[in-house]
């Protein structure tokens, strides 16, 4: 590189001169290369030789144009445009409200659920008072302000008729409205312990059963009746508070300082939850393998038992996210060889694997899994059935045959001779025979999904995981906002299209969109807006076009301009220089 | 009051940062930067960590692998189809289960920092792509001719440490790595680290400034250096005492292992990024990096009855009914939540776009369009001066 800058002005000596000096140029036509004395002398030795005539006026004016066009085009046209081109263009982006959203200024998340109670034994006067006084027991256990459970008058549906005449005074709410997190139905009874419990497994609603004479007077302002609801409802809603806190903990600082202490248990299992799940994706896929080390069994009845045991669960999650589905059968697929082969426990009367090696059981390097087709991260459930003279193969440790791999999949040996008490492994896998499988899998779809053990009750905790997604949507979007932030302030050098500016507008404003859904309570419209904003802040950080060599070293750009730059740069410069010389020696002289 | 609750809160806060060891996936990231048969030995190299980290458990479609040249087909191998990386030939290193991502002249600066900072077009193969979060370890291995502070690529461009530093910040900034080992076995590798400043990572390399790192040595009947010292003696320790993936070794061991009489240049550790240290950098396990481990959760303790196992089944098939029921329920009253019909317009249309974005061939029709404009305006911009010139000399 060196050498080229300094050859360059060399070179250019040796070129045409611009047509500005060539009057010059011909003035001293024999010019020795050791000087203008030369030329002085030989001039006097020689008379004959004819001096040139003397320049012009309107020459030199011409002379004098000429070198000023020259510089009006490099500096009224060639520098703009030099600038202009290699200029990074950075769109404008609202840098302030990005870096609040990631400090949770701007959004401060809250989850307003709704609970409707169906009285319709009670007069609605005596109905009203229960409700204010188990909202009044209900604030007073909970300690998450952010997480807040609002009781409100439902119509039962056998009054759904008189009620329409009711003018609404706010705290009747109809019982069809999507939004209502829970129902709540006060059944009057006469025999059994009172008041007691009980939870629909498949629907939002908790039936309570009271003795007549629990409903509070109109004058108490407490009753064990309204303390019992309070209890149960705060431990119904204790994982998720405690999710949505550890959440709020974990993801923002700004929110950490108002969370009420989870003990350490529930941290460490809470920790152990999120772990395990996987993040957040609007389409999953997953990939159900057949492994053998042998050449039976060759065929499962994957689709039949996939449509039975799975599919109505997976439909169940479509609110939530969606599902592709693929399966495959791999034979002579023996497990890694890298770890300790199974062993033979006596007490156990099978084949054994130790825990610490299951980790490494999956075949990585040999087992086609990860097919890398689909837009969403792949969950893997494998199936192994052990050769026949390594079953039944089992964890040594638990004597369990199946194990869950965080973020990955699940794993599963199926010793199916076991099962059937047959000598031999069947040739196929019936539907039947897989259904401990599919169990197995689905409880580990569930927990890999991040589905909360409690409530005991799906539609509780699917709603439940509606919020947490949508409250870990709107941050990890937010996060986005502020590392983009951040990144355009320390990386002066990186374009920023409009394309960004663009979708970043468009992630706020649905931020914002989602945040409000939060506060009114319209959970699934959160998750809607915190899912599209969520994409559009990955769009914008994961722009193609902001990439590039940020950094050039000064010799590179030396390099780069030099021989651009100096074969222009010298005649201008000299032919200036020259100029203003002549200029100031006419003055002089 | 105040201090019990503060307490707590520290309490969990310890409890946060200390369970924050845990991560879910590895993820390797090997690169060879130098093309051309004499420089055979950094394919070698990395060909072997390719194999090293596939034996300890990295799934190929966790592994990037970046070859810039293929040795095992180049005219001047005497043994066609191999790789060797030891005159004794005893391993071929090509094999037949080897999965290259970035191959030729496509190993580039701007694909190596695209596929770091995953700034990549939509086309691209999700095999391709470094699909890691919050909780991926990576190994990212580079080997090449390089300099003060520069990694050459394919004798035609360079990274430079700044660029690989902007890089891993960026990284940082978008969790997408919880610890990464930086690995470099270049000549004055040591310099390539030393511009980083993002947090949680662990870096060394061969040799210090001003230093070139040697070859280990040559096999004589394929004719070039078959592997670089500095990697030769991580592979020695990897291979010998990193048996099997239960391997508990330390990131330390294998950082005392290193001897400068061997290696002939000084290899560098840089721990001060790493959250903990120097300590907590030395502890970490040798397969956090090279492996594949999980903490894995082994489900079903005891054997289950085979009735209890019944009604189980029955009641998860009960559930399904009723979810199915609930379904269909939902479908029937879909239709009246009205305030819901403007998320699912927006979802509609958003589902519109991804289908349509899932044509196999894309042609953006008014970039054409834009494009073809722009060409015919400077055509007839060209040609009217053309048109304007001879008019003036006609003059």
Known sequence: MRCQQLSTPRRRHHRKMPPSTQVDALSTPTRAPDGSETAANAAEGAPARRQPPPESNESMWTRRAVIFSFWAVVVFLGLPVWWKTTAIYRADLPLQAMTDWADGKICKPVFPLRIAVEASALQSPDAQHLIRTTQHALDDLNEFSAHHLRLMLADSPWTANLSQQVVSDGLRISGKDEDIALTIRLVPVETGTTPRSHLQQYAPTLDVYYAANQIPPASSTSSPLATFIAHELHKMFAEEQAQLAYLLSTTSSAHSAKIKSLSPETAAELERQSTRALKYAPTYHLTFSLFSPTFVPSAWEIESALQQYLAPLLESFSSISNFTVDSQVQLYAGFSPSIRQPEYDETLNAWTLRKEDLSGFINAAEWPLSPSIGIGPTVNFVLYVPDQSQSPLLVKENGGNSWLIPQWGGVLILNPAQAANTANTPTTLTREALAPAMHTFANQLLSLLGLPQTPNSLPLRLSTLKRVRAASLLFSASSTLGALARLTRALPSIPIPDKVAISVDFTTDHLQQACNNLREGRFQGALEHARIAEAEAEKAFFERSMVGQVYFPDEHKAAVYLPLMGPVAVPLLMAALKEFKGLSARRRG | ?395
């Open chain 2, 1 to 395: 009051m105040a201090s019990p609750f503060r307490s707590l809160l520290t309490l969990l806060l310890l409890l946060a940062t200390c369970t924050l060891a845990e991560h879910t996936s590895n993820w390797a990231v090997l690169v060879s930067t130098s093309r051309f048969w004499f420089n055979y030995r950094h394919l070698a190299n990395v060909l072997s960590l390719y194999r090293t980290v596939k034996r300890l458990g990295i799934p190929d479609s966790q592994i990037i692998l970046m070859l810039p040249d293929d040795m095992a087909c180049n005219p001047r191998n005497a043994f066609p189809g191999t790789v060797y990386n030891n005159a004794d030939r005893a391993l071929d290193l090509y094999g037949d289960n080897i999965e290259v991502d970035y191959r030729g002249y496509e190993v580039t600066v701007e694909n190596f920092i695209r596929l770091m900072t995953d700034r990549v077009g939509e086309d691209m193969p999700r095999s391709k792509r470094l699909l890691t979060d919050d909780r991926s370890n990576i190994l990212v291995y580079m080997t090449g001719h390089g300099g003060n502070e520069f990694l050459k690529f394919q004798d035609a461009e360079e990274i430079s440490a700044f660029d690989l530093a902007d890089a891993f910040e960026q990284m940082w900034e978008k969790k997408r790595y919880h610890e990464m080992l930086f690995m470099i076995d270049t000549c004055q590798a040591n310099t390539m680290y030393s511009k980083f400043y993002s947090p949680n990572i662990l870096a060394t390399g061969s040799s210090e400034i001003d230093q070139s790192s040697y070859s280990h040595h040559a096999d004589n009947d394929v004719g070039v250096a078959v592997i670089d010292r500095y990697t030769y003696y991580n592979l020695e320790f990897l291979e010998t005492q990193v048996r099997d993936p239960t391997s508990k070794l330390t990131m330390g061991e294998l950082f005392d292992s290193y001897d400068e009489e061997l290696i002939h240049s000084h290899p560098g550790i840089r721990y001060d990024l790493f959250h903990g240290g120097e300590q907590a950098a030395r502890s970490r396990l040798v397969m956090d990096f090279f492996g594949n481990v999980q903490n894995v959760e082994v489900e079903g303790g005891g054997r289950r009855n085979e009735t209890e196992w019944q009604e189980e089944l029955r009641a998860i098939e009960g559930m399904i009914a009723e979810a199915k029921r609930r379904h269909n329920e939902s479908l029937h009253t879909r239709p009246q939540l009205e305030h819901l019909v403007e998320e699912v317009e927006a979802v509609d249309k958003l589902r519109a776009q991804s289908v349509r974005k899932e044509g196999a061939v894309r042609v953006d029709e008014e970039q054409g369009w834009t494009k073809q404009v722009v060409g015919a305006a400077a055509l007839l911009g060209c040609a009217g001066i053309w048109v304007a010139g001879s008019w003036f000399e006609s003059l």
